[in-house]
Protein backbone atom coordinates (compact mmCIF):
# COMPACT_ATOMS: atom_id res chain seq x y z
CA UNK A 1 0.00 0.00 0.00
CA UNK A 2 1.66 3.37 -0.70
CA UNK A 3 1.87 6.07 1.83
CA UNK A 4 1.75 9.22 -0.38
CA UNK A 5 1.25 13.14 0.86
CA UNK A 6 -0.81 15.39 -0.56
CA UNK A 7 0.16 18.78 -1.04
CA UNK A 8 -3.42 21.07 -2.16
CA UNK A 9 -2.83 22.94 -5.93
CA UNK A 10 0.63 21.05 -6.02
CA UNK A 11 1.07 17.29 -5.58
CA UNK A 12 0.58 14.09 -4.81
CA UNK A 13 3.88 12.36 -3.81
CA UNK A 14 6.48 10.60 -1.28
CA UNK A 15 10.13 11.33 -0.38
CA UNK A 16 11.57 9.20 -3.47
CA UNK A 17 9.32 10.81 -6.13
CA UNK A 18 5.74 12.48 -6.34
CA UNK A 19 3.25 13.29 -8.83
CA UNK A 20 3.29 17.28 -10.19
CA UNK A 21 0.68 19.25 -11.35
CA UNK A 22 1.68 20.74 -14.69
CA UNK A 23 4.12 18.03 -14.90
CA UNK A 24 4.50 16.12 -18.57
CA UNK A 25 2.82 13.05 -18.79
CA UNK A 26 5.98 11.16 -20.32
CA UNK A 27 7.58 12.58 -16.38
CA UNK A 28 4.73 10.54 -15.20
CA UNK A 29 4.90 7.59 -16.95
CA UNK A 30 8.78 7.72 -16.15
CA UNK A 31 7.75 8.19 -12.48
CA UNK A 32 5.86 4.78 -12.57
CA UNK A 33 8.51 3.22 -14.58
CA UNK A 34 10.83 3.83 -12.02
CA UNK A 35 8.46 1.82 -9.53
CA UNK A 36 8.32 -1.73 -11.15
CA UNK A 37 7.02 -3.92 -8.40
CA UNK A 38 5.03 -1.54 -6.12
CA UNK A 39 3.40 0.06 -8.35
CA UNK A 40 1.31 -2.16 -10.60
CA UNK A 41 -1.46 -2.21 -13.20
CA UNK A 42 -1.27 0.65 -15.00
CA UNK A 43 -3.86 1.62 -17.62
CA UNK A 44 -3.72 4.19 -20.08
CA UNK A 45 -7.19 5.85 -21.61
CA UNK A 46 -7.34 7.55 -24.82
CA UNK A 47 -9.70 8.38 -27.58
CA UNK A 48 -8.61 6.99 -30.99
CA UNK A 49 -11.11 9.01 -32.50
CA UNK A 50 -11.21 12.27 -30.59
CA UNK A 51 -7.64 12.52 -29.09
CA UNK A 52 -8.07 16.45 -28.74
CA UNK A 53 -11.93 16.73 -26.93
CA UNK A 54 -11.16 13.53 -24.90
CA UNK A 55 -8.86 14.04 -21.21
CA UNK A 56 -5.86 11.47 -21.19
CA UNK A 57 -5.67 9.59 -18.56
CA UNK A 58 -3.07 7.01 -16.37
CA UNK A 59 -5.49 4.74 -14.22
CA UNK A 60 -3.62 3.32 -10.97
CA UNK A 61 -6.31 0.66 -10.84
CA UNK A 62 -4.48 -1.31 -7.71
CA UNK A 63 -3.91 1.99 -5.74
CA UNK A 64 -7.02 3.76 -6.61
CA UNK A 65 -5.09 6.64 -8.01
CA UNK A 66 -6.05 8.60 -11.38
CA UNK A 67 -4.39 11.22 -12.95
CA UNK A 68 -5.84 13.03 -15.37
CA UNK A 69 -4.20 14.69 -18.33
CA UNK A 70 -5.00 18.08 -20.76
CA UNK A 71 -5.20 16.45 -24.34
CA UNK A 72 -3.62 19.36 -25.70
CA UNK A 73 -0.62 20.37 -23.78
CA UNK A 74 -0.45 16.78 -22.14
CA UNK A 75 0.30 18.36 -18.76
CA UNK A 76 -1.53 17.26 -15.20
CA UNK A 77 -4.71 18.74 -14.76
CA UNK A 78 -6.16 16.92 -11.90
CA UNK A 79 -4.74 14.08 -9.50
CA UNK A 80 -8.04 12.37 -8.67
CA UNK A 81 -7.96 9.52 -5.55
CA UNK A 82 -11.13 6.89 -5.86
CA UNK A 83 -10.58 4.36 -3.77
CA UNK A 84 -9.73 5.53 -0.67
CA UNK A 85 -9.38 2.39 0.87
CA UNK A 86 -6.11 1.34 -1.36
CA UNK A 87 -3.70 4.03 0.30
CA UNK A 88 -2.87 5.95 3.20
CA UNK A 89 -2.60 9.34 3.04
CA UNK A 90 -1.33 12.47 5.13
CA UNK A 91 -0.84 16.22 5.00
CA UNK A 92 1.42 17.95 7.15
CA UNK A 93 2.96 14.89 8.22
CA UNK A 94 0.02 13.76 10.02
CA UNK A 95 -1.65 10.99 8.47
CA UNK A 96 -5.43 11.47 7.73
CA UNK A 97 -6.78 7.92 5.82
CA UNK A 98 -5.22 4.78 6.63
CA UNK A 99 -6.59 1.26 7.86
CA UNK A 100 -6.25 2.56 11.48
CA UNK A 101 -7.36 5.96 10.48
CA UNK A 102 -10.90 6.89 8.49
CA UNK A 103 -11.49 9.81 6.54
CA UNK A 104 -14.46 10.87 8.83
CA UNK A 105 -15.83 14.24 8.93
CA UNK A 106 -14.26 15.19 12.02
CA UNK A 107 -10.94 13.43 10.96
CA UNK A 108 -11.23 16.16 7.54
CA UNK A 109 -11.65 19.03 9.35
CA UNK A 110 -9.24 18.10 11.68
CA UNK A 111 -6.46 17.56 9.60
CA UNK A 112 -7.00 20.43 7.20
CA UNK A 113 -9.33 23.39 9.71
CA UNK A 114 -12.05 25.26 8.54
CA UNK A 115 -13.36 25.95 4.98
CA UNK A 116 -16.49 27.31 3.74
CA UNK A 117 -19.83 25.24 3.60
CA UNK A 118 -20.01 22.81 1.06
CA UNK A 119 -22.00 21.84 -1.61
CA UNK A 120 -24.20 19.37 -2.04
CA UNK A 121 -24.88 17.12 -5.29
CA UNK A 122 -28.77 15.90 -5.16
CA UNK A 123 -28.07 13.99 -8.57
CA UNK A 124 -25.48 12.09 -7.42
CA UNK A 125 -26.08 11.89 -3.61
CA UNK A 126 -22.43 13.68 -3.07
CA UNK A 127 -21.24 16.55 -0.46
CA UNK A 128 -18.20 18.52 -1.71
CA UNK A 129 -16.50 19.87 0.81
CA UNK A 130 -13.75 22.19 -1.23
CA UNK A 131 -10.47 24.00 -0.11
CA UNK A 132 -8.41 25.79 -2.62
CA UNK A 133 -6.74 23.11 -4.47
CA UNK A 134 -8.24 20.06 -2.80
CA UNK A 135 -11.81 18.43 -2.85
CA UNK A 136 -13.23 15.98 -0.78
CA UNK A 137 -16.51 13.85 -1.68
CA UNK A 138 -19.04 12.34 0.99
CA UNK A 139 -21.51 9.82 -0.30
CA UNK A 140 -24.68 10.88 1.37
CA UNK A 141 -28.13 9.42 1.77
CA UNK A 142 -30.93 11.78 0.50
CA UNK A 143 -33.02 11.70 3.61
CA UNK A 144 -29.65 13.10 5.29
CA UNK A 145 -30.05 15.83 2.80
CA UNK A 146 -27.96 18.74 4.61
CA UNK A 147 -29.68 22.24 5.09
CA UNK A 148 -27.37 24.68 2.86
CA UNK A 149 -26.91 27.21 5.89
CA UNK A 150 -24.75 24.97 8.09
CA UNK A 151 -23.38 22.58 5.94
CA UNK A 152 -22.22 19.12 6.29
CA UNK A 153 -22.14 19.63 10.05
CA UNK A 154 -26.11 20.61 9.96
CA UNK A 155 -26.24 16.50 9.31
CA UNK A 156 -27.75 14.19 11.86
CA UNK A 157 -26.61 10.51 11.18
CA UNK A 158 -28.00 7.21 13.08
CA UNK A 159 -25.64 5.53 15.74
CA UNK A 160 -23.26 8.54 16.06
CA UNK A 161 -21.74 7.63 12.58
CA UNK A 162 -20.62 10.16 9.68
CA UNK A 163 -20.05 9.64 6.13
CA UNK A 164 -15.98 8.95 5.07
CA UNK A 165 -14.51 10.06 1.92
CA UNK A 166 -15.14 8.25 -0.30
CA UNK A 167 -12.94 10.43 -3.01
CA UNK A 168 -10.45 13.26 -3.23
CA UNK A 169 -9.01 15.74 -5.99
CA UNK A 170 -6.17 17.44 -6.09
CA UNK A 171 -6.31 20.90 -8.82
CA UNK A 172 -5.14 24.38 -8.95
CA UNK A 173 -7.39 26.62 -8.15
CA UNK A 174 -10.61 27.03 -6.49
CA UNK A 175 -12.84 24.62 -8.60
CA UNK A 176 -12.54 22.06 -10.13
CA UNK A 177 -14.87 22.05 -12.78
CA UNK A 178 -13.11 25.62 -13.62
CA UNK A 179 -9.11 24.00 -13.23
CA UNK A 180 -6.95 23.92 -16.55
CA UNK A 181 -3.13 22.39 -16.52
CA UNK A 182 -0.89 25.17 -14.67
CA UNK A 183 2.47 25.83 -16.53
CA UNK A 184 5.24 22.64 -16.18
CA UNK A 185 6.70 23.90 -12.71
CA UNK A 186 10.47 24.26 -12.49
CA UNK A 187 10.59 21.18 -10.57
CA UNK A 188 10.26 19.41 -13.66
CA UNK A 189 12.65 20.77 -15.57
CA UNK A 190 15.13 18.61 -15.00
CA UNK A 191 17.98 21.23 -16.65
CA UNK A 192 16.74 19.80 -20.09
CA UNK A 193 15.47 22.21 -22.97
CA UNK A 194 11.97 22.37 -24.17
CA UNK A 195 9.88 23.96 -27.00
CA UNK A 196 6.88 26.59 -26.97
CA UNK A 197 6.99 26.67 -30.53
CA UNK A 198 8.60 26.21 -33.92
CA UNK A 199 8.54 27.92 -36.89
CA UNK A 200 8.93 26.55 -39.87
CA UNK A 201 11.56 28.82 -42.26
CA UNK A 202 10.47 28.97 -45.90
CA UNK A 203 11.42 29.99 -49.44
CA UNK A 204 9.02 29.64 -52.09
CA UNK A 205 8.23 25.79 -52.54
CA UNK A 206 11.80 24.81 -50.71
CA UNK A 207 11.94 24.57 -46.53
CA UNK A 208 15.15 26.08 -45.23
CA UNK A 209 14.90 25.62 -41.64
CA UNK A 210 13.10 26.05 -38.09
CA UNK A 211 13.26 28.90 -35.93
CA UNK A 212 12.93 27.27 -32.45
CA UNK A 213 11.33 29.29 -29.22
CA UNK A 214 13.06 27.51 -26.44
CA UNK A 215 12.85 27.35 -22.91
CA UNK A 216 14.63 26.23 -19.92
CA UNK A 217 15.80 26.27 -16.44
CA UNK A 218 18.15 29.62 -15.48
CA UNK A 219 19.08 31.77 -12.59
CA UNK A 220 18.23 34.96 -11.53
CA UNK A 221 19.99 37.80 -10.20
CA UNK A 222 19.81 36.60 -6.71
CA UNK A 223 20.51 32.84 -7.98
CA UNK A 224 17.32 31.78 -7.82
CA UNK A 225 15.42 29.85 -10.39
CA UNK A 226 13.76 30.78 -13.05
CA UNK A 227 12.36 30.21 -16.44
CA UNK A 228 14.70 31.30 -19.50
CA UNK A 229 13.40 32.00 -22.98
CA UNK A 230 15.82 31.35 -25.92
CA UNK A 231 15.54 31.60 -29.82
CA UNK A 232 17.44 29.13 -32.02
CA UNK A 233 17.90 28.94 -35.65
CA UNK A 234 19.00 25.80 -37.43
CA UNK A 235 19.14 25.10 -41.23
CA UNK A 236 19.76 22.68 -43.55
CA UNK A 237 23.66 22.08 -44.32
CA UNK A 238 24.51 22.66 -40.67
CA UNK A 239 27.12 20.91 -39.05
CA UNK A 240 26.50 18.68 -36.14
CA UNK A 241 28.88 20.74 -34.10
CA UNK A 242 26.34 23.97 -35.00
CA UNK A 243 23.42 22.07 -33.97
CA UNK A 244 25.27 21.30 -30.93
CA UNK A 245 26.05 24.55 -29.91
CA UNK A 246 22.66 25.76 -30.32
CA UNK A 247 20.32 23.00 -29.13
CA UNK A 248 22.82 21.50 -26.67
CA UNK A 249 23.48 17.69 -27.06
CA UNK A 250 20.87 15.41 -28.04
CA UNK A 251 19.16 13.04 -25.94
CA UNK A 252 20.20 10.33 -28.15
CA UNK A 253 21.62 9.59 -31.08
CA UNK A 254 20.03 6.76 -33.21
CA UNK A 255 22.20 5.35 -36.38
CA UNK A 256 20.75 4.07 -39.32
CA UNK A 257 21.95 0.66 -39.52
CA UNK A 258 18.86 -0.53 -41.48
CA UNK A 259 16.78 1.28 -44.29
CA UNK A 260 13.37 -0.67 -45.16
CA UNK A 261 12.08 1.91 -47.29
CA UNK A 262 14.90 1.09 -49.48
CA UNK A 263 12.98 -0.50 -51.90
CA UNK A 264 11.52 2.27 -52.98
CA UNK A 265 14.52 3.59 -54.40
CA UNK A 266 16.06 3.60 -58.00
CA UNK A 267 19.28 1.78 -56.54
CA UNK A 268 17.06 -0.84 -54.00
CA UNK A 269 19.03 -4.02 -55.84
CA UNK A 270 22.60 -2.60 -54.60
CA UNK A 271 23.17 -4.75 -51.45
CA UNK A 272 27.34 -2.82 -51.69
CA UNK A 273 28.22 -2.77 -48.00
CA UNK A 274 28.63 0.91 -46.38
CA UNK A 275 31.10 1.98 -43.92
CA UNK A 276 28.74 4.91 -42.84
CA UNK A 277 25.22 5.27 -41.72
CA UNK A 278 23.25 8.56 -41.75
CA UNK A 279 22.51 9.46 -37.76
CA UNK A 280 19.88 11.31 -35.91
CA UNK A 281 19.88 13.52 -33.03
CA UNK A 282 16.79 12.73 -31.53
CA UNK A 283 15.71 15.65 -29.13
CA UNK A 284 12.52 14.35 -27.24
CA UNK A 285 11.76 16.98 -25.27
CA UNK A 286 12.01 19.11 -28.25
CA UNK A 287 9.84 16.71 -30.31
CA UNK A 288 12.06 17.22 -32.92
CA UNK A 289 14.19 14.55 -34.84
CA UNK A 290 17.86 15.75 -36.72
CA UNK A 291 19.05 13.62 -39.52
CA UNK A 292 22.88 13.83 -40.58
CA UNK A 293 24.45 12.56 -43.75
CA UNK A 294 26.94 10.14 -43.03
CA UNK A 295 29.66 11.43 -44.84
CA UNK A 296 29.32 15.32 -44.89
CA UNK A 297 27.54 15.18 -41.20
CA UNK A 298 25.31 18.16 -42.03
CA UNK A 299 21.93 18.41 -41.48
CA UNK A 300 19.45 16.34 -44.57
CA UNK A 301 16.50 15.92 -42.90
CA UNK A 302 14.22 17.38 -40.05
CA UNK A 303 11.46 15.45 -38.46
CA UNK A 304 8.42 16.90 -36.29
CA UNK A 305 6.22 14.69 -33.93
CA UNK A 306 2.70 15.14 -32.99
CA UNK A 307 2.49 12.50 -30.01
CA UNK A 308 -0.69 11.70 -30.42
CA UNK A 309 -1.89 8.41 -28.32
CA UNK A 310 -2.59 5.30 -30.17
CA UNK A 311 0.69 6.42 -32.81
CA UNK A 312 3.44 3.77 -32.39
CA UNK A 313 6.07 6.56 -31.12
CA UNK A 314 3.31 7.73 -28.44
CA UNK A 315 5.47 8.93 -25.44
CA UNK A 316 8.67 8.75 -26.84
CA UNK A 317 8.43 12.56 -27.71
CA UNK A 318 6.91 15.79 -26.43
CA UNK A 319 4.68 17.50 -28.58
CA UNK A 320 6.53 19.72 -31.21
CA UNK A 321 4.13 22.54 -31.56
CA UNK A 322 4.95 23.68 -34.57
CA UNK A 323 3.65 26.59 -37.74
CA UNK A 324 3.69 25.58 -41.19
CA UNK A 325 2.96 28.09 -43.74
CA UNK A 326 2.06 26.92 -47.41
CA UNK A 327 0.91 28.50 -50.63
CA UNK A 328 -2.55 26.45 -51.21
CA UNK A 329 -2.07 24.60 -54.64
CA UNK A 330 -4.71 26.02 -56.67
CA UNK A 331 -4.21 29.80 -56.12
CA UNK A 332 -1.08 30.12 -57.85
CA UNK A 333 -0.11 33.82 -59.24
CA UNK A 334 -1.12 33.93 -62.87
CA UNK A 335 -0.73 36.94 -65.45
CA UNK A 336 -2.78 37.51 -68.77
CA UNK A 337 -1.05 36.61 -72.21
CA UNK A 338 -1.77 39.25 -74.46
CA UNK A 339 -3.12 41.52 -72.28
CA UNK A 340 -1.78 44.73 -71.13
CA UNK A 341 -3.00 44.01 -67.19
CA UNK A 342 -1.17 41.93 -65.42
CA UNK A 343 -3.51 40.04 -63.18
CA UNK A 344 -1.76 39.98 -59.48
CA UNK A 345 -3.10 37.33 -56.80
CA UNK A 346 -2.22 37.29 -53.74
CA UNK A 347 -2.82 33.89 -52.49
CA UNK A 348 -3.32 33.45 -48.59
CA UNK A 349 -1.13 30.87 -46.69
CA UNK A 350 -2.25 27.70 -45.68
CA UNK A 351 -1.65 27.02 -41.99
CA UNK A 352 -0.69 24.17 -40.58
CA UNK A 353 0.10 22.79 -36.87
CA UNK A 354 0.54 19.62 -35.22
CA UNK A 355 -3.69 19.97 -34.51
CA UNK A 356 -4.73 20.24 -38.01
CA UNK A 357 -6.95 17.49 -39.46
CA UNK A 358 -5.71 15.75 -42.64
CA UNK A 359 -9.01 16.01 -44.60
CA UNK A 360 -8.34 20.03 -43.90
CA UNK A 361 -5.42 20.05 -45.70
CA UNK A 362 -6.39 18.05 -49.04
CA UNK A 363 -8.77 20.68 -49.67
CA UNK A 364 -6.57 23.06 -50.24
CA UNK A 365 -3.15 21.55 -51.04
CA UNK A 366 -2.34 18.38 -53.90
CA UNK A 367 -0.27 16.38 -52.19
CA UNK A 368 0.43 13.00 -53.73
CA UNK A 369 -2.78 10.48 -54.33
CA UNK A 370 -1.17 7.24 -53.48
CA UNK A 371 0.41 6.86 -49.78
CA UNK A 372 3.09 4.84 -48.68
CA UNK A 373 1.96 2.50 -46.02
CA UNK A 374 4.34 2.24 -42.71
CA UNK A 375 4.04 -0.41 -40.60
CA UNK A 376 6.36 0.30 -37.47
CA UNK A 377 7.64 -2.37 -35.59
CA UNK A 378 10.05 -3.70 -33.30
CA UNK A 379 12.95 -6.52 -33.74
CA UNK A 380 11.82 -8.06 -30.50
CA UNK A 381 7.72 -7.65 -31.00
CA UNK A 382 7.24 -7.78 -34.77
CA UNK A 383 3.52 -6.94 -34.11
CA UNK A 384 2.25 -3.38 -34.18
CA UNK A 385 -1.01 -2.79 -32.05
CA UNK A 386 -1.57 0.74 -33.63
CA UNK A 387 -1.68 -0.38 -36.75
CA UNK A 388 -0.36 1.14 -40.11
CA UNK A 389 0.20 4.83 -41.05
CA UNK A 390 -0.23 6.74 -44.57
CA UNK A 391 2.95 8.77 -45.78
CA UNK A 392 2.12 11.74 -48.42
CA UNK A 393 4.71 13.92 -50.18
CA UNK A 394 3.96 17.92 -51.47
CA UNK A 395 7.06 19.13 -51.97
CA UNK A 396 9.75 18.26 -50.09
CA UNK A 397 7.59 17.74 -47.04
CA UNK A 398 6.44 14.20 -45.79
CA UNK A 399 3.33 14.11 -43.88
CA UNK A 400 2.65 10.92 -41.47
CA UNK A 401 -0.84 10.66 -40.98
CA UNK A 402 -3.01 8.48 -38.64
CA UNK A 403 -6.05 6.17 -39.34
CA UNK A 404 -8.24 8.87 -37.16
CA UNK A 405 -7.26 11.92 -40.11
CA UNK A 406 -4.35 13.76 -37.16
CA UNK A 407 -0.77 14.20 -38.28
CA UNK A 408 1.44 12.09 -36.75
CA UNK A 409 4.88 13.39 -37.57
CA UNK A 410 6.08 15.91 -40.36
CA UNK A 411 8.90 15.23 -42.47
CA UNK A 412 10.85 18.26 -44.10
CA UNK A 413 14.35 17.21 -46.75
CA UNK A 414 16.64 18.97 -48.49
CA UNK A 415 16.32 19.69 -52.11
CA UNK A 416 17.05 23.24 -52.75
CA UNK A 417 20.81 24.03 -52.33
CA UNK A 418 22.73 24.50 -55.62
CA UNK A 419 26.07 23.49 -53.58
CA UNK A 420 24.78 20.35 -52.34
CA UNK A 421 26.92 17.67 -53.13
CA UNK A 422 24.51 15.14 -51.37
CA UNK A 423 21.67 16.33 -53.52
CA UNK A 424 20.46 12.71 -54.84
CA UNK A 425 20.58 11.07 -51.81
CA UNK A 426 17.71 13.75 -50.56
CA UNK A 427 15.69 12.98 -53.35
CA UNK A 428 15.36 9.23 -52.42
CA UNK A 429 14.77 10.27 -48.83
CA UNK A 430 11.08 11.24 -50.34
CA UNK A 431 9.39 7.92 -49.32
CA UNK A 432 11.68 7.49 -46.36
CA UNK A 433 10.32 8.29 -42.70
CA UNK A 434 12.78 8.24 -40.25
CA UNK A 435 12.41 4.90 -37.90
Known amino acids: ML ?3 IIPERSLGCENWEFILGMHFSQAVAIIQSQVGIIKGVQVLYSDTNPLAVDLVINLPQDGIRLIFDPVVQRLKIIEIYNMKLIKLKYCSLTFNSPEILPSIEQIEHSFGATHPGVYDAEKQLFVLNFRGLSFYFPIDSKFQPSYAHGLGSLQF ?7 VSRTAVYTGNQI ?4 PPEMPLSCFYNHLYLERADVLRERQYTKGLKL ?3 TEGTSRGLESSRVSLIRTVKFGQACQTICSALGAPSKVFYKSEDKMKIHSPDANRRAAHR ?3 YFFNYFTLGLDILFDAKTHRVKKFVLHTNYPGHYNFNMYHRCEFNLNLLPTNTDNTSLTGSSKLLDLSPSHVTISAYTKWDTICEQLKPSERPVVLNRASSTNTTNPFGSTFCYGYQDIIFEVMPNNYIAS ?3 YNTNNKKNHFL ?3 KRSTNIVSA
Open 3 to 5: DLE
Open 276 to 278: RSD
Open 177 to 180: SECS
Open 158 to 164: PNGTSPL
Open 410 to 412: VTM
Open 213 to 215: HLY
Open 424 to 426: NEN
